[in-house]
């Protein structure tokens, strides 16, 4: 049977059904599937060593004749072990295995069998523990070997699906593969000594060396750098085809706009917002990412964009687009305030809610239906909501800017539907707080430009951070009651909204169990309240409510309050089960107090006692900023945790190869050469298909 990468695992006669719910759990369906999960390291067991050879600590393989093999059950611990002689015309030796009685059916007396393991004194003789093996057929020998004499990949696995099960499906499965048509050009093939592609696969997974190992992982590292970057450098190019509103600006205007508010913009906020300007002034897209830490004051600088669009004589309108109703509400009360005579209609779209506010100091409730009419008409200049904004029946008249708060890629399909028909594409800014790091900056989001904005507002107190152990946990908590009294409230974040059912979870502190906590036992006579994703919109919207106008004195919530939420009042940030978040989330958290005249506690609880969890925590106390922790977090959880792998679609091989700095300069010198000779890849059929292919494959956005 012929396979190709598309037949589905299931197809195969040869894989029994335990195996396909084993593969499912690892999301492995198809033949590209399986063949595309990598080994993350490999073991060298080419070392056939002579069994009288073997010395304590030795890791070889030894071949020979099962003499005798017994399975016996321990008394104490009642644990099985299964006990085999092995012997070569050297000499002889126990093989040990514990808790594996099916071993003994798998491997029996008078066969030559090949085994990879350590060689460890046990009881005072010199045994091989819980080694690889495999039954050898004396035709092929050494060569036939799958687990032991040879270099052995080890993959990411599931319960009952070890790297031996994988091993087992891979080999004949490339064996039977169809060929696939090469990509990437045969010269830079040459130049770089990177391997074909189809021998790159079966390197990667039966390498008869290290070295072959590593180049099929560069190759494949490698390809999907440079799809990335072919992918950026297209997107680029085709919005520099495309025509946008060139927006006006009087110098004069903006001055007076800035005078208005009730503090200076930093150096950091003017500079991205000249910067903004520019982008603006030209007719064509701009495609430009709003970097700074929480507080920073990016809303802003985007909103005075905006206002710049929707005043005369541009006349457009300008959208805000946030990821949740929490933030969307917030963007649209900032814009209010600051923005407080502007006559020409700011709009809030949530869900269950639309609401104008025309300059008049008042916002008016008003029914969708109309509410849409009033933005197809263009008589709202300035949008607020969430992704409701791109839903059907939502019609712009003359869309000039769209802001994205921390969804860096909102993409073409998006905009499209923004857009519904009109002449000319509009202008794009994304905002984020999370700090992203030079190398993801360079790759990932490389058809962005840059803004940056790298100061606080004058005036505001460092945050002052605490790890706190479980023996200082009451300590904590009289703390924070006594801030509470003299008015201050309290964040209490976790990571998840009810107890987990799995081991890796199962210690991990709930929403709903903390809040329980918190409110009978902890804190009975403050007013604690529960915030998490699952509520419903008016609930949350009340919740929030409350906090802000003081009826509330301790919020317990989840990640939820990482993006958006400002209560300038909230002085303390308490962060249970503080390791299982990522720094730059860590950083996002802290960021949510600090923003008032007081002074501002964030303390992290954590009953791990690890050294690196301890050194990870520590970072966040010491690092002078956002960007310098993400480069830290970068480093210890790789570009897969710090995006969130589900996010990107991308192999995880592709993603360690980020933090490879020559290969990534590779990948971008040779997206340059190949852009510049052949910009619509017209002399390079295959890799423009594969190209395609690869943009439907990852999802960035």
């Not at 945050?463 to 209490?492: C, H, L, M, S, W």
Request: aromatic share 8%; with cysteine; hydrophobic share 40%.
């Amino acid at each position: 049977m012929v396979l190709a990468l598309e037949t589905p695992l299931e197809d195969i006669p040869r894989i029994q059904r335990r195996f396909l719910v084993k593969l499912n759990k690892l999301g492995l369906k198809t033949v590209k599937d399986l063949l595309w999960h990598f080994p993350f390291r490999y073991e060298d067991w080419r070392e056939i060593s002579r069994i009288a050879e073997l010395r304590p600590g030795d890791e070889k393989t030894i071949q020979g004749e099962i003499i005798e093999i017994t399975l016996k059950r321990t008394p104490q611990k009642r644990m099985f072990i299964t006990e085999a002689l092995i012997s070569d015309e050297t000499g002889s030796i126990q093989a040990l295995w514990f808790n594996q009685p099916y071993i003994r059916h798998s491997l029996q007396k008078g066969k030559m069998v090949s085994l990879a393991g350590k060689a460890t004194l046990y009881k005072n003789r010199l045994v091989l523990q819980n080694p690889a093996y495999e039954i050898l057929n004396t035709r092929y020998g050494v060569r036939g070997t799958s687990h032991t004499a040879r270099i052995i990949p080890i993959y990411p696995e599931t319960k009952g699906l070890t790297s031996k099960g994988i091993r087992y499906l891979i080999k004949p499965i490339l064996e039977s593969l169809e060929k696939m048509p090469e990509f990437l050009p045969a010269d830079m093939l040459r130049e770089l000594k990177l391997p074909e592609i189809n021998i790159a696969l079966r390197q990667i997974h039966l390498p008869s060396s290290v070295d072959e190992a590593e180049q099929a992982k560069k190759r494949f590292s490698f390809q999907d750098l440079f799809l990335l970057q072919l992918k950026n450098a297209e997107e680029k190019a085709a919005l520099q085809k495309e025509q946008a509103p060139l927006i006006k600006y009087d110098l004069e205007e903006i001055k007076d706009a800035l005078k208005a508010l009730p503090f200076e913009l930093t150096d950091s906020q003017k500079k991205a917002l000249w910067e903004i300007l520019q982008d603006l002034s030209k007719p064509h897209p701009m495609n430009r990412l709003l970097q700074g830490d929480v507080g920073s004051g990016k809303t802003i600088v985007a909103g005075i964009a905006a206002l710049v669009s929707a005043q005369t004589p541009n006349n457009l309108q300008a959208v805000f687009m946030a990821p949740t109703e929490i933030l969307a509400r917030q963007h649209f009360d900032t814009l209010i305030k600051f923005f407080k005579d502007f006559e020409n209609g700011i709009g809030l779209l949530v869900a269950k809610e639309t609401k104008i506010f025309y300059g008049d100091g008042l916002e008016t409730k008003i029914t969708k239906t109309n509410f849409l009419k009033e933005v197809a008409t263009g008589k709202v200049k300035i949008l607020v909501g969430t992704h409701a904004l791109i839903q059907k029946g939502v019609e712009f008249k003359n869309l000039g800017l769209v802001v994205v708060d921390e969804q860096h890629r909102f993409g073409v399909k998006q905009r499209a539907l923004l857009l519904r028909g009109a002449r000319l594409m509009p202008h794009f800014l994304s905002m984020s707080a999370t700090p992203i790091p030079r190398t993801l900056t360079m790759t990932i989001f490389s058809n962005l430009d840059l803004s940056i904005i790298k100061e606080l507002p004058k005036g505001r107190k460092n945050i002052i951070t605490k790890i706190v152990a479980p023996e200082n946990r009451d300590k904590a908590y009289a703390f924070i009651r006594g801030q509470v009294r003299r008015g201050r409230q309290v964040f209490v974040i976790c990571p998840r909204i009810e107890k987990a059912e799995d081991t890796a979870w199962s210690e991990v502190k709930a929403v709903k169990e903390e809040y329980e906590k918190l409110e009978k036992n902890v804190f009975p006579d403050l007013k604690v309240a529960m915030l998490h994703g699952k509520l419903k919109s008016e609930e949350k919207a009340k919740i929030m409510s409350d906090l802000q106008n003081k009826q509330s004195d301790i919020l317990v919530t989840t990640s939820v309050v990482e993006v958006g939420v400002d209560v300038p009042n909230a002085t303390i940030m308490m962060i249970e089960g503080a390791e299982r978040f990522g720094l730059a989330q860590l950083y996002q958290f802290r960021g949510r107090v600090g923003r008032g005249e007081h002074q501002s506690f964030c303390f992290l609880f954590t009953d791990s006692k690890a050294a690196q969890t301890e050194a990870r925590l520590k970072s966040l106390l010491t690092a002078k900023n956002g960007f310098e922790l993400a480069e830290y977090d970068l480093a210890i959880r790789g570009p897969g945790e710090f995006l969130g792998e589900a996010q990107t679609g991308m192999p995880d091989i592709a993603l360690k190869a980020i933090q490879n700095p020559e290969l990534l300069k590779m990948a971008q010198e040779k997206t340059r050469e190949i852009i510049k000779k052949d910009p619509e890849l017209k002399n390079h059929p295959a890799l423009k298909e594969k190209l395609n292919q690869f943009e439907k494959e990852i999802h960035l956005e």
